[in-house]
C-alpha cells in the first residue's frame, strides 16, 4: 500500500468533494444536503450507514432550530433532489450519520471523526481573483451561509479516507467507525453521538481540524488541547407594551432587562482559578420606536479553562440574567442550547506520528501539541475515549489562512486535504500495524 | 345647500375609499399608491394638483427611509400600476400632494389638512369575526404594514370634503387648499409642506383625527390640545468586533455601549417645568455568539409638555448617548429623525362649532378640548398659522374603538367618516358666512 | 386685645427665642434640649404639658436612630444642664411635646402645630457679615447641624402664640392644642402624634411654614397645598468580602448592588397620572480599595403628586433594590424610615384671613394658595382634621431667604415671626368670634 | 560568630520591639512614632541614619494623605513623645528612614528593606483568649488602625538584623545599608526611595514577607514572584447639587456618575494576556437624602501579571471613569495614588539559602519559590538592582497565621521573627564569605 500514491490519485476527488460541499452549505441540525451527498458516496464505498436517529439520541441534540427553520431547510433540499427516503428518516434535525466498516479480521476498532455543518455568515462577494471560491467559481449559493470554518474539507478528507478503508479492505484488520457529526458549531451535536454509545468499544479515536495561521501546509500538530469549556445560552425576555407617551408606567421594559443583563454578565468577577469568558454577542429587543418593548433576546456564551470555571460563570450568568428580568418586572427564558466541557492534548502522539509518516513528502513537521484557547465539542468524544484508558487524539492540519476563522473571506489551501488524508491513513496503518507486533508503543 | 344631506349621498364613496385605502397601506415618504389615488380623483374633481417637489421642500423632509427602501416601495407601487408619469413626480420619497381650489369670488383662504400614511405593524389576523377589516375581506394587503392609526379615514374624509366643495363651488366664496400630508408618523413630513409656504396666507386652518375612546360617534372635540413636542433619533453605534475566546481585548463593544446608553437615557431626571418622556424603543445589536459585537443601533423618542421640555430631553439623550460611546471606546452616530413641536387648544371654538352644526343629527355632543399628552406634526401647521394671528384648531371626532391606535386590532365605526365630513364642511361655510355678515365671531 | 400692640411687646423675646434655639439645633429624636426649652417656658406659662410617651405612640416614630445615637445626644443634653427628670421622660427618642389650655368656657378646640428638628447641615463658616446668625454670633454650636429650614423660628412663634394665649386666657372661650412636633424633617414625627389622638376632637387646625422666596415679609398664604406624597427608604446591602487580587469570585459585591440599585431607581418610568420624583441621596460602600465590598448602604426618598403615585414609586423602588441584591448575590434589608402623605389646600381662607386681620400693618398681602411640590408631614394632620369634616389650613409666612431651605448660607427676616404670630392670633380671635356670632363663615 | 546563640539572645528584644510597634500602628505616610522608634534605636547602635528627605523623594511618594491628616498625625506623634527635631525632619509626611553601617574593609554592598507601614483596619476586640494581641495586651491602641501584615515584625526583624551587624562589625567586610520603607500598602513609598538612589550601587538585595499559610514556622521561599503590576487609582467626582423635589433637573449627579463608573470599571474585557483585576473598593456620595448629590468619591486598584497588563486595565478604567463623569454631564479628577510594577522571582536562591543555614535548627524547610499574585511595591527594589546585574531576592518566612492578611484577626506565630533574623544574617554571612573566597556562586 503506496499512501502517498493512492492520495496523490484521490486529489482531484477531494477538491470536488469539497467544492461541492462549499456551494450548498447548511447551518447546524439542518445539513439534509450534505448528509445525503457524504451518505451516498459512502453506499457507493460499501459501508453500513445509520442515518436519522440511528445515529444519534434525540433528546441529547442541543440547540436544535424551530420546527418551521427545519421544515424549510428540509423543502430546500427536497427541492435540491434529496429523496423523500432520506427526509424521512432525517427529519426534524436528525441530521449527520455513521458509517462502519467491518474487516471481519480480529483487529483494533478504530473511530474517525468529521464536522460537517457551515455558519450563519455570508460569503464575501467581492475582489473574488483574491477569493478562491470566487475565483473558481464555487461561493456559497444561499445567502448568509457558508462554510467558514473548513468543516467542507473536514467532510472531503472523511471521504478520502473512506475511499482508501474501502478499497485496501481486504488487506486491512479490525473495524472502522466514521462519525460525520452534525452541529460542531455552538457545541450541540457530539453529546448526542456519544450518548448513541458509538465511542464505547472504540480503541483509538481520531479527528482533527484545518488551519490555525501561521502554520504552513505539511506542518501537522500531533495533538492538540486547551479546548475551553464553553456554555450557549439564549434568553427571552417578556415584558410588556406599553404607548412611550401616554402611559409609560403600564409597560414592562424588556429592552432595559436584557440591557441590565449584558452589562453586569460581563461584570462576572474574574475567577483566579483560572481564564474565563463572557460575551453577550446579540440583542435584538423591541417593536417601534414610541412602544415600551415588550420582547428582547440574547444570545450569549461563557467560556472556561476547566469544566468547572465555565460552570461558574454559567451559574454567575444565570442568577443575573434572571434577577436582570425580575429588576423589570419582568420573566427571563433560560436556554442552554449548546455545551462543550475541556480537554487536555495527550502525550506520545509526536513520536507516534513522526514514525507513522516517516515515507511521507507531504508531512514536513510534527508539532507536539498546541493550546487552542477555543471551544470544539469534539472533547465529548476525546473525553469519553480517554477516561474508558483508551487512546484518542485531535490533530491540527497546517495551512495559510485567506482569514481568520467564521470570516467572510476564510479560506484555504487545498492541498490541505491531502495532507489530512496522509496522516489519518497512515496514523491507521501505524496503529494496525503496532497491533500484529506489539502493544509497546501506544 | 343640505349639507347632511350630501353627506347621506356621500356616505358610500366615504366608505369605498377607506376601504380601498386601508388594504394598500403605505409607509410614511412611500404612499406612492396611496398618493395616487387620492391625486386621481381629486383631478377628476377639478382641483390643481401639487405633487413631489411641488408640493414639499425636499431637505425638510425628516425620517426618509433609505435609497433601496424607497426603490422597493416604488417597484411595489409600479406593480400596482401606478402610472410612470405619476411614479416619476414622486420619485425618491416625494409622496403626499397638495390640491387647490379657488372659487374667484373674494373670500377667505381657508386650509384642511388630512394625513395619509400607515404604520409598521401587522394587522390582525384572528378571530375575525370580530374585525371589521376581516369580517368584510378589506384587510391590509402586504404584510406588517396597517392603517392602525386612521390615516385612512382621515384620506378619505378629506376626498369627501374635496368631493362637497367642488360639487358646491359656484355658490362658494374665496380659496381651498387641501394638504394630504404624507409620514406624519415619526413627526416627519409636516415641516417639509409648512416650509413650501402653503400656509402663508392661509386665513383658517382646519385638521382633526378620529378616534380617542370612549368617546361616541357625534361626540366632537372642537380645539384639542397638549400636544408633546417630541423628538425621534435614530443612533448607530460602530466598534470592533473580535473573537469573543480567543482576543476579547481587542474589541469594541457596541452592543454595551447601545446597553449602557438605554439604561442611562431612561434614568434622565425628572422635570419640575412639567410632563417629559423618554423611550428606547428599539435596540439591535450583534452578529453572532462568539463574536464582540461591533455594530449596534437604537432607535429613541424624547417628548415634553413643551418645545423646551423636549429639548431639555434631547439635549441630555445626546450627552448620554455620546458619552456611552465614549466609554466604551467607540463611535456613534445620532440622527435626528423626526421632530414635533408643542401646540396647546385654542378657544372660542366650541361656540362656534355648536352654532355652525345646530342643524345637523350626527353631532350630539361638542366638548371645548381635550388634553391629548401625544405627539402629532400638525403643531407645525397649528403654530405656523396662529403665529401669523390667524384661526387654527385641531378636531377630535369621536368613535369607539376595537382596539387603541397602534393596535393590531385597531378599527372605528365608520359611521364617524360622515361625522367628520359634516363638522369639516359646517365649519367652511360657517367661516365664509360670517364673512359675509361680519368678522366678530372668530 | 389689640394683637398688634401685644406682638410689638413681644419681639424682643422672639428674637431671643429664636437665636437660642439656632444655637443648639437637634436634629429628628434628638431634640432634648429643645422640648425642655420650650417645655420650661411652657410650664411657666401655666400649660398643663405632655412629654415622651404622653405626647406620643411610640410604635408609630419613623426612622428613629439608632440606640447608640440617641444616648450620645442624651448625654450631650445632659451635659448642656437638662434635668435628669426630663431627660428620663424623653429616653430612647421620645422627643417633642403637647401643651393645652382649658379656658373652661364653652367653645372651640383649636389646635396648633409647630416643628422643632434641625438638619444635618454644617452652618456655614465665612462671610460672617453676610449671615445673619454670623453676624450676631448665634451660629449653631453643633457641627454639622443646623436650623436651615426655619424650625427654629417655628419654635418661638409657637411660644410667642402661647404667651398671647396664655396672657389673655380669661377673655377667651374654648380650649387649645399645641403641638411640639418631633422630627419632621423625613417626614418621621407627625404621624405618632396623630394616632395618640391629639386631633381627633379639635375643631380647627392651624400650621405653618416661614420662607419661600421671593415673598416679602407680610404676605402670607392662605392655604398652601400641592404637598406631594413622599416615602423615605434606607437599605442596607450584606455581601461578603474577598481579597479583590488574590480570590475575586469569592466576593459577593455590595457596592456595586447598591450601584445598579442607584441607576435603575431613577430610571423608573414616568408616570402619566401626574409628577412622581425619585432621588438616592447617598451611598457609602466598601471598606478598603483591595477587598470586594461587603456593605453598603443608601438612603434615598421618592415622592408623588398623590399618595398613590407616591406608592407607585416606592413599590417600583422596593422591587428594583431587592433584585438589584440578588442579581448580586447579595441580601438588601430595605426600611421604610418616613412616609408623608399628599395633602391639597383648602378654600376659603384666604376670605377669612383678610377679615380676620384688617387692622393689622404686619400682613400687607394675603394669597389664597401656593402649590409647594414638597413634603411635609403635616399632612397626615391636615388630613386628618379634614376627613373628620373639620377645617385646616397652613398657611406660608413670606420672607425674603439668604438662601434655599436646606442650605449652610439659609437665613431669613426676622420680623416674618411677628408676623406669623399676629396670623395665628388674629385667626384664633376670629375663629371664636365667630363661633360667638355665627357659624356661617367657616 | 554563632548566628544561632546570637539570635536565642535576641528573641526577646524581637517580641519587645513587635509588641511595641503592634500597639501604635501608622498608617502610609504618618509613620512619625514608628520612624522615630526605630531610628532611636538604630543611632544608638551607632547607624548613620537619613530622615525625611534626606531620606526619599518628596515628589516620587504616591497617595500622601492631604495636609489636615498630616498634621493631626504628627500631633498625636508629638503627644506620644517624639521630639519636635525628629517631627521638624519628617513633617508633611516625610517618614521612613535608611540606615548605614559601613565597615571600612572591601566587600560587597548588602542593602535590605523593610517596610513599617499599618492598615486602615479596627483590629478585632471579641474572643481575645485566641488573639495573642488581645491575650497578651499589646492590641492597637489607635482606633481604625492596626497592623494587619505583619509589618511591625518587618521593622522588629529589621532592628534585629541591624543589632547583629553593629555588634560584629569588626569582623565583617564591606557596607551594609537598610530600608526601613513606609508607606507599602498602597504600593505608594519604594519608588520615592528608589529614585532617591539608594540601590544605585548596591550589590546584593534582601528583602521578605512573613506569613503566607499554610506553610509552617521553619519553612522559607528562597525567591517569591508572581508579583501582580498594580495601580492604585482614586477618583473625586464633582458635580451640581439641587433640591430633588423641587428640581430635579437642575443637579449633575456625582452618585450615579460614581455608581456608572463602578459598573464598568468591573466590566472591562478580559485579556488573554494573562491574568488581570480590578476593583472599585470604597464608593462615598451624597451629603442628604432630599439633594441631588454633587460630590461622590472612589478608590480603586487595578493589577495585572504583566505591568503591560495592568497598564491595559489602568488605561481602560481612565476612560471609562473620564465618560462615566460626563454621560452624567460631570466632571471627575483621577488621581493615580499608588503604583507597583510586575516581579519574577529568581533562580539560584534555594541553592544558595540551603548552603548558607546548613548549621541551622530554626530553618527546616526551604521552597525555590511561590507565585505570590498579589501586589508588593518592593518590586520597584528587584527590578532596579536586577536590571543592573546584581543579585536581589524576596523571602517568604513561614508561618501560620490567625486569619489571612488584613483580617481584624490577623495573628501569626513570633517565632518567625528569629527564623527572618537567622535568614537575613546567614545570607549576609554567606554572601560576603563567598567574596573572599569565589565570585562563583551567585
Partial sequence: MDVS??????????VSWRRKLHQYPELGWTEYQTTYLIGSELVQLGYEIFVGKE????????????????????ERARNQGVPEAWLSKMKDGHTGLVAKLDTGRPGKHITLRFDIDALPIAENKEGLADHLPGLHGFQSRYPHIMHA????????????????????????????????????????????????????????????????SPMEVGEVVASAGGFLATSKVDV?????????????QEGRNALLAAATASLHLHAIPRHSGGETRINVGTLHAGSGRNVIPDHATISLETRGETSE????????????????????GIEADIQVVGKGVEAANDTGWKE?????????????????????K???????????????????????FGTPLAA???????????KVLEVAVEVYVSSILSLLLEEEESNILL
Fill in 374 to 396: 477555543a471551544s470544539e465539542d469534539v472533547t465529548y468524544m476525546l473525553n469519553h475515549v480517554r477516561e474508558r484508558g483508551e487512546k484518542a487524539t485531535y490533530f491540527i
Fill in 309 to 328: 470555571l465555565n460552570q461558574y460563570m454559567e451559574d454567575e450568568a444565570s442568577r443575573i440574567i434572571q434577577h436582570a428580568a425580575y429588576l423589570h
Fill in 236 to 248: 427571552v425576555f417578556t415584558g410588556k407594551s406599553a404607548h412611550a407617551g401616554v402611559e409609560p
Fill in 149 to 212: 470554518c473548513g468543516h467542507d474539507g473536514h467532510a472531503a478528507i472523511g471521504l478520502g479516507v473512506a475511499t482508501f478503508l474501502s478499497a485496501h479492505q481486504e488487506k486491512l484488520t479490525g473495524s472502522f467507525t466514521l462519525l460525520f457529526q452534525p452541529a460542531e458549531e455552538g457545541s450541540r451535536g457530539a453529546k448526542s453521538m456519544v450518548e448513541k454509545g458509538w465511542l464505547d468499544d472504540t480503541d483509538v479515536f481520531l479527528s482533527g481540524h484545518i488551519g490555525i
Fill in 5 to 14: 500514491e493512492f492520495v496523490n490519485n484521490l486529489a482531484d476527488s477531494l
Fill in 55 to 74: 445515529a444519534l439520541v434525540t433528546e441529547e441534540r442541543m440547540g436544535v432550530p424551530t420546527h418551521e427553520t427545519l421544515l424549510a431547510a428540509e
Fill in 404 to 414: 481568520g476563522h467564521h470570516h467572510p473571506l476564510f479560506d484555504y489551501e487545498e
Fill in 352 to 372: 507516534f506520528l513522526e514514525a507513522a509518516i516517516t515515507h511521507s513528502d507531504r508531512v514536513t513537521n510534527v508539532m507536539e501539541t498546541l493550546p487552542l
